[in-house]
């Protein structure tokens, strides 16, 4: 691994210094846009990089392997009778699978989502995934379309609340029909934040997939969103590549993005977080999305923290609380998943 390691890192300073890196993290209220589009080829050497830190990482308990699969068209097509402009988009997602899982039974799946607007599944989740591997699940995380790290061509596909959601579940899919030791009747599906919108548009939309589900700290209402957050990140949305429209100029198609729109339709088990003191999804949010729920007689559980230490990754940190609050989320997906090693 050290080799591929250095020959990037060597590759570095021949690379044209006005380019800036495009970060990985999400915006937030404070300093959005945080992940304007790509510029050059910085966007994709980091992502290499990171992507050996995951064999760094967890090689020592895990098969970790890198795959493409395809899913649905891009949502925009500027000419549709180029060659190729109506293609499958190829996506890229990371597999997980224990490396002392006995595959003579059947094992569980968690499908773990990362975050947005625009970011990807980035080595700074290790020690989650080192948890869940531990547990014996297996885990598929896909970069779905407006994912960093693939060039200004991808970056531009995004379909927030759309065709991304699609992405994820055909990961899911792909998966199951790749190891016929996975059961497709416990899989799980987990996400923070953006991750959590597309864990609740998943669940909504294909409830016969997912055994159980986790949304942490998730966008629920995009309406009230684009409310209370800075003028930079609501021009994210309204983007031609994009929705195109201001939430003003297209209230529906916002709404239809939204998970507390669909609140009725949930039939999954689910656990939901929040914090008061989020700086970035707003804890009013999610509170839509529990009251919806409750209005519409569901059966889920939830729990809002009161000003937890970290705000929005209060309990993706390290910290002692933090790792408290996973073991809940742990022992509730293990009360439908049933992996060899659970949380006690």
Same mark, same amino acid.
């Given at each position: 691994?050290? %080799?591929?390691?250095l020959?990037?890192?060597?590759?570095?300073?021949?690379?044209?210094?006005?380019?800036?890196?495009?970060?990985?993290?999400?915006?937030?209220?404070?300093?959005?846009?945080?992940?304007?589009?790509?510029?050059?080829?910085?966007?994709?050497?980091?992502?290499?990089?990171?992507?050996l830190?995951?064999?760094?990482?967890?090689?020592?308990?895990?098969?970790?392997?890198?795959?493409?699969y395809?899913?649905?068209?891009?949502?925009?097509?500027?000419?549709?009778n180029?060659?190729?402009?109506?293609?499958?988009?190829?996506?890229?997602?990371?597999?997980?699978?224990?490396?002392?899982?006995?595959?003579?039974?059947?094992?569980?799946?968690?499908?773990?989502?990362?975050?947005?607007?625009?970011?990807?599944?980035?080595?700074?989740?290790?020690?989650?995934?080192?948890?869940?591997?531990?547990?014996?699940?297996?885990?598929?995380?896909?970069?779905?379309?407006?994912?960093?790290?693939?060039?200004?061509?991808?970056?531009?596909?995004?379909?927030?609340g759309?065709?991304?959601?699609?992405?994820?579940?055909?990961?899911?899919?792909?998966?199951?029909?790749e190891?016929?030791?996975?059961?497709?009747?416990?899989?799980?599906?987990?996400?923070?934040?953006?991750?959590?919108?597309?864990?609740?548009?998943?669940?909504?939309?294909?409830?016969?997939?997912?055994?159980?589900?986790?949304?942490?700290?998730?966008?629920?209402?995009?309406?009230?969103?684009?409310?209370?957050?800075?003028?930079?990140?609501?021009?994210?949305?309204?983007?031609?590549?994009?929705?195109?429209?201001?939430?003003?100029?297209?209230?529906?198609?916002?709404? %239809?993005?939204?998970?507390?729109?669909?609140?009725a339709e949930?039939?999954?088990?689910?656990l939901?977080?929040?914090?008061?003191?989020?700086e970035?999804?707003?804890?009013?949010?999610?509170? @839509?999305?529990?009251?919806?729920?409750?209005?519409?007689?569901?059966?889920?559980?939830?729990?809002?923290?009161?000003?937890?230490?970290?705000? @929005?990754?209060?309990?993706?940190?390290?910290? %002692?609380?933090?790792?408290?609050?996973?073991?809940?989320?742990?022992?509730?997906?293990?009360?439908?998943?049933?992996?060899?090693?659970?949380?006690?």
């Amino acid at each position: 691994m050290r %080799k591929p390691l250095l020959a990037l890192l060597c590759f570095f300073p021949i690379l044209p210094a006005q380019e800036t890196p495009a970060p990985t993290r999400p915006p937030t209220a404070q300093t959005a846009p945080v992940t304007p589009a790509p510029e050059g080829r910085w966007d994709e050497v980091l992502k290499s990089v990171d992507d050996l830190m995951w064999n760094l990482k967890l090689g020592d308990i895990a098969d970790v392997d890198k795959i493409e699969y395809t899913s649905l068209p891009p949502q925009h097509v500027t000419n549709p009778n180029a060659p190729g402009a109506t293609n499958p988009l190829i996506i890229h997602a990371y597999t997980f699978i224990p490396k002392r899982l006995d595959r003579s039974k059947k094992q569980p799946l968690i499908v773990l989502i990362h975050g947005g607007v625009h970011a990807n599944f980035d080595s700074s989740d290790a020690h989650i995934v080192r948890e869940l591997i531990e547990q014996g699940y297996s885990i598929i995380s896909t970069d779905y379309r407006g994912s960093t790290g693939y060039g200004r061509g991808f970056y531009e596909q995004i379909d927030y609340g759309g065709r991304e959601v699609d992405d994820v579940f055909n990961g899911c899919t792909w998966m199951l029909g790749e190891y016929d030791f996975l059961d497709p009747k416990r899989v799980g599906i987990v996400g923070w934040s953006h991750g959590g919108l597309i864990t609740l548009m998943n669940i909504f939309q294909h409830p016969q997939t997912y055994a159980v589900a986790y949304a942490g700290v998730p966008v629920s209402d995009l309406v009230a969103r684009m409310g209370y957050e800075a003028e930079g990140y609501r021009a994210l949305y309204s983007a031609p590549y994009h929705i195109g429209k201001t939430v003003r100029e297209d209230i529906k198609e916002y709404l %239809k993005r939204s998970p507390y729109y669909h609140a009725a339709e949930l039939q999954t088990p689910l656990l939901i977080h929040s914090n008061t003191n989020d700086e970035d999804v707003n804890v009013l949010e999610v509170q @839509h999305l529990i009251d919806a729920l409750k209005a519409a007689g569901k059966k889920f559980e939830y729990k809002i923290y009161d000003n937890a230490p970290g705000g @929005h990754h209060f309990n993706r940190t390290d910290t %002692k609380m933090a790792k408290e609050s996973r073991r809940e989320v742990y022992q509730f997906l293990a009360g439908y998943l049933h992996p060899a090693n659970p949380v006690r």
